[in-house]
Each structure stands twice: as structure tokens, then as C-alpha cells.
């Protein structure tokens, strides 16, 4: 697999993946990628707050109550478990 990057102060980001068949390894990437945009909304508070899926240490359920974990803070989700593994699956979460 080549890499190629070019920096272009006048455009957006853009990837393009160029392959001879799709497969397992493309579909996976392809996933990835779309990932890095994907948001997730916990509270704190009362306070809604849209989350990177990046910035997500782990997800955890507790009494039927779903909490997401980043660095410097607690947020309940008002999502199922089950609901944020479906999401989830094929973006790097285990």
C-alpha cells in the first residue's frame, strides 16, 4: 500500500483510495476514514455535548445506565449499549 500526501492550503481534505478489488482491507479503511468525522452527543449536567468518537476513551454500561468516557470527563448517553456498539462496529472499538 502506497501513502501519498500532499499538503494544499487551498483545498479541503479529501482521500482518495484507489484499489484493484474490494476487499476485506479496503472495506475496513473505508470505515476508518468515515469514522474520524463520526460525532456522538452524551450529557453532563443536563448539558448536551457532541463528542468525536476520537476523543473517546471507552463506553461502559452501569445499571442499565450508559456512560462515555473521554479524558477529562464523565457523559451519560442516552443510548443503549448495544444502540453505540452497532454504531461503532468496524471503527476500532472492542
Known amino acids: 500500500m502506497d501513502i501519498i500526501i500532499v499538503e494544499d492550503k ?3 481534505i479529501e482521500v482518495q483510495i484507489r484499489y484493484p ?6 472495506r475496513q479503511l473505508i470505515q476508518r ?3 474520524i ?3 456522538i452527543v452524551g450529557s453532563n ?3 448536551n455535548i457532541v463528542l468525536n468518537i476520537c476523543d473517546i476513551f471507552y463506553i461502559e454500561s ?3 445506565k450508559t456512560f462515555i468516557y473521554t ?11 448495544y444502540q453505540l456498539i452497532d454504531e461503532l462496529t468496524g471503527l476500532g472499538f472492542i
Do not use: F, H, P, Y
Open 33 to 35: 476514514i468515515k469514522g
Open 37 to 39: 468525522d463520526m460525532k
Open 10 to 12: 487551498e483545498s479541503n
Open 62 to 64: 452501569i445499571e442499565r
Open 45 to 47: 449536567n443536563g448539558k
Open 21 to 26: 478489488i474490494m476487499n476485506v482491507q479496503v
Open 71 to 81: 479524558k477529562d470527563q464523565v457523559l451519560k448517553s442516552s443510548k443503549k449499549l
